[in-house]
Each structure stands twice: as structure tokens, then as C-alpha cells.
């Protein structure tokens, strides 16, 4: 919501400056999201009017001025329009000025001739013709400036003399003086040839000298279309020039801004959609009046009436969804004379952001913004049968919107409907069958109550969200609907724009009900933890139009957010300052605080994970369906049953992963795409489960980890989870190979299982699932359920007793099929020893010269120990070749 | 004999003192005081001594000996000094050379700020709460205030599973609010951190799925002075302490009154400039007193018991925390950005 703070003047004094009104009004609760000095990049622009005006020496189209800026000498400024005559006044960028845009204007020489500063053009200012359409102006076809398209060919010659025929009644004339003959007209003295004749045109660029063509007939000057001519050919022959200002009570020498309206400024706000009464400039002022304790200044419209005619017999209006148009109130005006509003309402709707239409439009916008009451205006002509109908539309019934396009409705959209069709979709934009255009003669303002949720649905659904729509899905003051007609219909006679017809059609729906509340001043301080006075409270929901009666408070109709006593503390704390309210610690019982188990887990799973070099990411939990391909799901893999999203940004963000691989395999290509050479990351991530049975997904924790890299491979990976199993004390750990994982290398795939239990799964990802992530690299990944770790994590440590007695190692290598594995050689071994064998760690695995085809030799280095003596060399010795019996026994393999 | 004596004693103490090495040294103590040394030499001739000068000259070869082994003690110190002299020379290192790597992994910055958070209240003695992210629209938006036609229902704004907007991705962290009110005793002392999902497309400052913490208190007495007692104090410990924080009047249907923090921008400490929009604040988070409403919705009598709560954006809170430019950044998960933090 854009705030004028000219208009705001209008209804509250408030003599701060932007940044002091910024800070006030946010801390009071209407949130300013900046603030615009219309005029800031303008700067030394002042009236001047022209005294002298001489051709140029050296130039065909530029003109010397002489220019009165109110200093005692007079200006000269070189030009290169033509639109300008000695006595007129126009706005003078004087040396050392700027523009908007960031234009700086310094003085120099054009064509040898100094100029100091320059005269502007409209756009100049940052303005068009729709801000001063005094301003337009119509070219004449000067023939000193006929450029032949062909100059083999000219159609005009080029020494053509007053008098010689053009075409047909069109002569050559040339102009012996010119003389201003009110706004836009100029009285011509000619030169015909054969004698003098005088006429009257609205063409600006006419000087003394200039040869032009005359329509003998018409008695006209001739514009490039009476010439048939191409603009090419009449180079100078255009629509621009200097701003020619035509304003009452000019002083030369003032700054241009109040004239151009650039000595406003507009404060914009972020409304809450609890207050659209502050969706107006009379809701903005009251809470600004309550803000800076000044006092707001409002207008009861009067309308004098008195047109032909009676509005109960010229319109009937019926209502029969009447719970979603609670009020509809109508009034009408006769003999309408389209034309432009004044200056000062198309300054403020500028101002404001909206553009300038004509009187009856910019009255309805005007009415909307100052009110915040959407209004709307229809041609009395086209409501067949002088009857309004607000009703549900029909099941495919079409309307033609103000915006030309064509609506097709359904029966949540209401309409405004005469007896035959929809003129208009209510509250949201009327029919192009009943706009205001030029010859308008009779107008109906329509100031009606919707229902929001009506409203905003039908906005929704037909993707039209309006300013008035906005505004009705919020649900508006239903007693604002009349004095916003009233104060439309004041204006109309104020612009004199047309009769405004005697009655009201004022259609109630609703029976008023205003909001009363206790006002009990100790519960608000409890509350807020302050000490204000009641009396203090009372003047405070005063200002912001509460009537308060003894403990009584009503609330105002505007006001349909406040309910009950935390919204008066509310209005209460506002004005009392949020910020003079004290700062306490919470007192009370206190709590224990703390981390539950599963988040000390979590906790400690990540730093593992961080020791190991990994680092921490987080990835979106939604995923695309062709993810499940590209990690070459089956078709119909029961994984694949996923939370789907029924309206998602795109396919990609679509569906609920139920695997937390792809998320992964995202992050690890996007690494290895920007040419990182390693990359060791990990998650703690959810995935999402169907069949929880209350209609939510069982959202399972997992921990992702993921590694590409020259030191990365399986037994790195495995190095990492065997890490983590240490950390949490998990006991009977075994590692399966796994080969039918469609995402895993069927090699180099392990699944991790404690106390027989599955925790998760890892292993080199398979090369065809990199290939459908377009990457030549081996990628290692494992997926653990955060649930299974937390189910298998280990006692608390108990303290055992260090080894008193030394310990014997004996290194062993046996041969064996390459097909056995070093797990089940280890377990053989541990089954062997008799109770001395502390640990056996691998250290070699060899094969080639001196071991046969098929078969490997296996190192173990084993640690004996026993715990109430030293070991003899003996007692050892028996303990490993009861190992190597059975190793030989089992698994046939043998003592190299 | 006396003159032997002393002769091999000069000589000796001469050749001990000249040796360089710990080799040299034990060449001479062989030379001279070995089975076969000049000095054991001169003993062994002792038999043929007098009675009368056997003891004297015994007494003299014996000093003589003392003298030397004494020497060769102490010159085998110095030896030893210079050796590891030597030795620790040899061993110097170019300490400019880089050490061998560890890598150690790095916390994601939206964490190491939650983190943060999180310690902070636990300090003050809050739980934790963790809660479903596919939730119920009832939990998220009608026990919460925002009934049926609120903005924020929109298909357009929220993300849903079912064509009867029943079951949806959360698009706040608030309904923990509503699940601690449901299923704890009272009082209730709660921060809730995780993910939310709102439909806006990815840019620099927005993200279809982000992270809040929800905070909640509900007690008896619980005032709005408490919630901002209890807000800069967080505020303090996460920027440092004396940072300036403003409260202003804001609106959320779940709260009431309503209010959203600024801290003081910490480029230009609150003149204004880009960073800050000119305002010189920045905006942190939005809280309030637990609207009676939603009280009443969870069976509690707002008579009797009040509360606050808040709620804030942790991906904004890392960015200012390490003036990271792009929230694109944190889900991007370039190790070249982690490993930064």
C-alpha cells in the first residue's frame, strides 16, 4: 500500500521527515517497507518564460532563447525544439540541475552559441501527456523541413514560393506573424501569395518566416496527415517538445517541483491482512493521528442531487445469494461528461501508483484508495431492463473482463448481472459490456460488501487477484459502502462531471452488530507484563476510534479483527510502545531441559562422521519419480510407493523420497561436476514412508554418507562405518556381501548386520547407476537406519583390567581357496584358539609366484595372552596349532 | 719407577683430553689401562720392588689410575654433549614444511547455527522437540487460528498430498506448538527446529523447503515482558553481547498480541544502508503471546495459564551469522562452501 503523504495531509498534520514518519508508524504497527521523495533526482529546475527567441546562425532547426527566470539578467539557452514562442512559459534546467534518470544539465556551446542549462520536454520530468494533456502537442508540416524521399524526385520543390499549388485547394503560405490565441491556439497571419489571410490553429511550432501548407479550402495549416506524408519526410515534424506550462499563478524563478507534483512524498506499507482498513489513505491517517497524538481531520460528503429523475425508479436491484453480498448500495449519475479529472486527483492517483483514465474512472479509484472501499462504475445503458442482479454465475457462463479477456465461470464466481447476462464479475472486475467509454451519458456507482472467502476463491480460480479483489478477501467495513458512494458522488459534482440522481438503493443483508468488550485494564498488564493506567488504555482505544463507555469498549465496524481482551492488549501495547514494555526472564517452576537420547545419537553420529572426514549436507526431501530409475529400481519395487504432491513446483520436487540415495548421488555428481577431487559428505536425512496408518508417513531417519576420491574405497567406507559401530558400542557386528542391490557394484556391496539385526547397506555404487548420472567415477555410498543404530547401541563402558601379563604374538600364513573368505578364515581362527587368543588383525593377503592357480596365502598376526600368568612358549604353541587344525579342517586351508 | 709413573700420567691425561670421539676415548683407556696398558705394564713390575717402596709406589700407581679413569669419565661427558650437539644439528627440520593432512570434516553453517540455538535454550532449561513434516492441515493451520479461507491454504502456497487439503508438507514449524500442547505436562518450555515447505521458487533468498526452530512457553503468569526478556538474551548470546533489538507490532494468527524482532544491522549499526534496506534493522523473527484461541483449541484455559512463542528462519540466521550472499548456497553442498565453515 503506497501512502501520498500530500493526501495524508489532507486528514492528519504530521510535520516529520520520511525517516521519523517511517520509524513511528512501524513501531506503532504499520510496517513501512520504504520511503520515495518523488522529486529527489530534481533538483534546480525553475519557470522561466521565453522573452526573445532567434533562429540559430549556424543551425536549420535550433533556436536562441532568452529566458526571464525571475534573476536580473535574462538566460540565453539554445534549443533544438520548436514548439517554444516569446511568452511562454516553460521549465528551465538551469546550469548545474539534474533530471530524473540521474541527467546532470551543465551550460556549453551548441554550434558556437552559449547555452546555459536546457528547456524540458515532458518526459524530461519523468511525466507524459496523461499527467498535463494541455501538453500535447500537434506539428504542423513546416516545407522548409521537407526532406524528398527520392531527391531525384521531390514533390514538393525545393524553391517553391507563397502562393504555388501543392495539390488540389492546398497551397504554399508562408507565416508573417504569430499570436497566441489561448491554450493550444494560435492566430496565423499568411502570406498566400496574392495577399494576406489569418487563420486559427491548434499547431504549436509555427514562426514567423516558416513556409507551410494551407488548406485554401478548409482555411487550416497542414499536418503531416493532410499531406499524405511520411514522417521521414518532415524530420522535425513531431509529437515532442518543450512542456509549455499553462498553470495559474506562476512565479518566474520558482522550482518546478510543486507544479510537476515532485514535492510529494510516498511512504510504502506492508499491511498485515488483519488490518484492510489500513488498506486506505482515511485508515493509514487514523492510525497516523493515533501515532503522533494528532488529531485526524475526516469529511462527511455532501451531495446536492437533484438530477431528473428518482434512482428507485431507475434502477431495482436484487441480492439473491444475500450471504455473499451482505450490503449493496447504489447511486447514479446523469448527463456524465467524460473528460479528464483535474490535476490535483490525477497527481494524487499518481502519486499513489494508479494512472489516470478519465473523471468517472479516476473518481472510482480515487474513492477506492481513500476509503479503501472498491467501487465500481457501469454505462446505465447496457444494465438491460434497468435491473442489477448479483448472483451466482451459471455453470460455464462467460464474461468479457474490463482486460478484454474472456471468463469462463463456474457456480463459486459471482456476478453482477442485468436481466439478460453478466456485466461484471463482483469484486473483481467489471464487464467490458458496461465500461465507461467517451459517450457515456448515464453512470451507476456501485459501492457493495462481498464475501471475502466468495471473493478470493473466485479470484483464485480464474488467476486474477485486483486491487479490489484483494481488498474484499480480507472482508471490509460493510458500513463503509455508503459514504464512499456519497463521497463518489460528491466528487462528481465537485469535477462537475455530471448530475448526481436523487435516492440511494442501499440493499442490507446483514443485521449490525457491533463488537463490545470488557475493558479489564489488569488482565492487559498481566498479560503484557506492563503497568499502564486504565486511563491511559481508555485514550489510547480512543485514538484509534473505540468507544469506550465506563468498562464498556465497542469495537469499530472497521475493526473486525478485535475480538476479545488479547486484541485490546494489543491495540494497548502498541501505542504504549512494544519497546517500553520490560524485559523479564521467564519465572515460574522450572524445567529440566536437555537432549533426548535419539538427539545425543544424532549428535554423536555426526561428529564420527566429521572425524572421518566427512562433511555435512542437507538436500531436499522431495525428489523426482525418475530418481528411482536412475538408481535402477524395478518397475515395480514396492519402494517406489511414495508420497506424491498434488500441486509441486515441478517434477523434480514432486514425490517424498523413500531413499535417501539420490539425494546423495545429487550432491556427489554436482562435486564432482564443478571438478572437486574429493568429496566426503554425509546426512542425517528423513525419508518418507507410506502406511503409517494415520494417513502421515512414517518419517524414518537415515544416515547418508557418500565419498568419491583417490583415497576413497570400499574399505574406506567400511572403515568409516566400523567407526561409527565403534562409537555407539555395537557388539556381534558382521558385514554380508550383497549382490543383488540394484544400485551397487554386485561386488563390492556389503550389508552391516549387529546382533543379526540389518542396520543399513554400502558399497561401491554400480557403474551403470553413475552412468545415469553422467559421471566416470567410482562413487561409495551407505545408507544406515538411524532407528537400527539406535536399537543396537552398546552398554556404557565398564572399566576392565589392564593385562598384568605380557602377551605372545605369533605371526601365521596359510593357503587357501581364493574363494574363502578373510571373515570366515578369522572366525575359524577365533573358534580354534582355547581361550588365550586376544586378538587377530590381518596383514597380508598375497598371491602369485610360489602359491598355486586358484588358491592365496592369508597372513594373521595373533595376539595370546592369559590373565593370571605368563604365557610359556609351549602353552601357545598348542593354542595356535589347535588353530591351524581347524583352519586346515574347516576350510582346508593350510600353513603355507 | 716413580718417573714411569708419572710420565705415563702426563702422556695419558694428554691423549684423553685430545680425543674427539667416544671411539677415540676407549682406545686410549685400552692403551693405558687395559690388561695389556702402559700403566698395567708398569704394575706388573711392582714384584720387583722393595718392601719398603712396594707400598709407596703402589699408593702413586693408584693415584695415577684414579687420575686417569677420572679423566676419561668426565672427557666421555663432554663427548656424549657434543655428540647429541651433533646429532640434534642433524635432525633440523624445515618446520615451514606443511604438516601431513587430517582431514577433518565440516558441520553444514545452517546446523552449526542450530546448534547454537539449541544450546542456548537447553541452557534455559527447554526440550527439544522433533515432529512430522507431513502433517495435518488441522495441526498446521485450524488449531492454530488460520480457518478455512486463511491465504496461506492456498494451493498456490502450500504443498498437499490429498485433493481435500487434509494432509500437507508443514509449512511452519508451529504446529509443535499444538503437538507439545496435546501431548505435555504442563508448564511447557519447548523449542522445535526443522524443516518447512512453502511453494516458492528457488533464488537467492527464497527455497521451496527451509528450516525454522518454533519456541514455546506456557505457564502461569507468562507475560509478554518475559518473551522479550527471554528473546534478548538469546539474541545476546548469538551475536554478542549489547546488540540492540527492536520489537514492533506485527500479525500472526496464532499469537496476540503479535510482534516481530529486528536486531540492529551489524554493517552500518543502524544508520542505514544496503544490507538493511535503509532501515537500519533487520528483521530476525516473529513471536507473540499464545493466542487464547489456540489455547482453548488444546484444552487450556486461557484464564489461567498464558504463554508465548516464536519462530524463526534458521537459513536467514546462518546467512547473517557467516554473511553468506546466496541461500542457493546451503543446498548446494559444494564441499568448496563446507568446508569453509
Redesign the interface.
Known sequence: MNLSRKWLNEFVTVDVND?EF?EAM????S?VE?TADMGAEISNIVVGKIVALERHPDSDHMWICQLDIGEAEPVQIVTGAWNIHVGDFVPVAKHKSTLPGGKKIEKGKLRGVVSNGMLCGLSELGLDERDFPYAVITPAAILGDYKPLDPEKPSIPADIQPGHKIYGPVVAAKVNAVENAGVNLWKVSLCNGSGAVEVVTPCQKLHEGDMVALNTKAGSICTLADLHAQQAEFPHCITDGIFILHEEDMVLGADIKPIINADDHVVEFEI????PDCLSIIGLAREAAATFGSELRLHEPVVKGGAEGNLIELLDVETPDPDLCPRYTARMVRNVKIAPSPKWMRERLRSMGVRPINNIVDITNYVMLEYGQPMHAFDYRYIKGGKIIVRRAAEGEEVTTLDGNVRKLNHDHLVIADETRAVGLAGIMGGLNSEIVEDTVDVVFESANFN??CI?KGA?ALGMRTEASAKF?KGLDILNTLPAVERACELVEMLGAGEVVDGIIDILNYVPNPTVLTLEPEKIN?????DVSADEMVRILKSVGFQVEGDQVTVPSWRGDVL????L??EV??FYG??N????????????????E??KLEQGL?SV??????????????ISPTYYDKIRWAEDDARRAS???????GED?SI?RTTVLPSMLE?LT??YN?R?K?????EIG?I?LPGNGD???N?AKMLSIGAYGSEVDFFSMKGVIEAILGEIRAENVRFEAVSDNPSYHPGRCAKVLVDGQEIGVFGQIHPLVCKNYDVDAEFYCAELSFEALMSVRGEDPVYQPLPKFPAVTRDIAVVCDKAVTVGALSDCIRRGAKGLLKDVALFDIYTGTGIPEGKKSVAFNLTLRADDRSLTAQEADEDVKNILDLLSSELNAVLR | MKEQLEAIRKAALEAIAGTQERSELDAVRVQYLGKKGELTAVLKQMGKLSPEERPIMGQVANEVRADLEQAIEAQAAVLAEKALIDKLAAETLDVTIPGKDVKIGHKHPMYIALDEIKDIFVGMGFTVLDGPEVEFAELNFDRLNAEEGHPSRDWSDTFYFDEDSRVMLRSQTSPMQVRAMDTMELPIRIIAPGRVYRKDEVDATHSPMFHQVEGMVIDKNVTMADLKGTLNTVVEKLYGEGTKTRFRPHHFPFTEPSCEMDVQCHKCGGVGCPTCKGEGWIELLGAGMVHPRVLEMAGIDPEKYSGWAFGMGLERTAMRRFKIADLRLIFENDVRFLEQF
Open positions: 525517516k517511517a512501524t513501531l506503532s504497527g510496517k520504504g498485515t491482512p488483519n488490518r471475502g472467502t478470493r483464485l478477501e498481566a498479560l503484557l507484563g506492563t476479545r481482551m488479547a486484541d492488549a494489543e501495547a502498541r512494544y519497546n514494555i520490560p524485559c523479564t526472564l521467564v519465572s515460574g517452576e522450572t524445567t529440566q531441559g536437555g537432549y533426548s535419539s538427539q555426526g562422521c566429521r572425524t572421518c572426514g566427512h562433511d555435512e549436507i542437507i538436500t531436499y526431501s522431495f508420497f506424491k504432491i498434488l500441486n509441486p513446483l520436487t517424498m550432491i554436482r562435486n564443478y572437486n574429493t568429496a566426503k559428505l554425509y528423513r518418507y494417513g502421515l508417513a518419517e
